[in-house]
Antibody, heavy 120, light 110 residues
């Protein structure tokens, strides 16, 4: 059974840092691209970042470029999102998701989400 | 800021048909596949339609997708109470070098 488990969220002050993790199981991790999507309270979905199966191709939304870093460890079946210089507007539930077909955008499995709250 | 535009809400009575539109541009819908997701309150999104009109295993055939030019649409026929959810379209955007979601549509079963 395919599973993605998000973790690492919490309360952090503006300007602080947090590292999110997404642990995968039930599929061949190093053959799938992955993405992070967030959802602010009461708002819609916002795509954050993407990393290809090899890790060689990475994209970021303009809203997080230069502050967030996506990475993956294929040996540990894990995806990460290092978030620095956090802002109040980064407050959201963060989901990791698997892309079924390369660059198709069909995110077929999602984690349960982890809440990040940026507040003083 | 979403670049794919959806109506904020749609509603119908049980058994009826509801259609949700998704308007984009040549750099996203016009140049690649469209996917649809639905999200129940408090839950993670789920893939509903991929590659414009393909249903993943387990998705009822009441759900159908289509695409024409720079627009796409999702139709739900035989509406059921459990279809009350938020629905989002999504596509890669070649100009932004990123993925874009629609503004989202809340479907209400009257």
């Amino acid at each position: 059974e395919v599973q993605l488990v998000d973790s690492g969220g919490g309360l952090v002050q503006p300007g602080g840092s947090l590292r999110l993790s997404c642990e995968a199981s039930g599929f061949t991790f190093n053959t799938y691209s992955l993405t992070w999507v967030r959802q602010a309270p009461g708002k819609g979905l916002e795509w954050v970042s993407y990393i290809s199966y090899s890790g060689r191709t990475i994209y970021y939304a303009d809203s997080v470029k230069g502050r967030f870093t996506i990475s993956r460890d294929n040996a540990k079946n894990s995806l990460y999102l290092q978030m620095n210089s956090l802002r109040v507007e980064d407050t959201a539930v963060y989901y990791c998701a698997r892309e079924a077909v390369l660059k198709s955008g069909d995110f077929d499995y999602w984690g349960q989400g982890t809440l990040v709250t940026v507040s003083s | 800021q979403s670049v794919l535009t959806q109506p904020p809400s749609a509603s119908a009575t049980p058994g009826q048909r509801v259609t949700i539109s998704c308007s984009g541009s040549s750099s996203n819908i016009g140049s690649g596949p469209v996917n649809w997701y639905h999200q129940l309150p408090g839950a993670a999104p789920k893939l509903l339609i991929h590659t414009n009109n393909q249903r993943p295993s387990g998705v009822p055939d009441r759900f159908s997708g289509s695409k024409s030019g720079t627009s796409a649409s999702l139709a739900i026929s035989g509406l059921q109470s459990e279809d009350e959810a938020d629905y989002y379209c999504g596509a890669w955007d070649d100009s932004l070098n990123g993925y874009v979601f629609g503004t989202g549509t809340k479907v209400t079963v009257l």
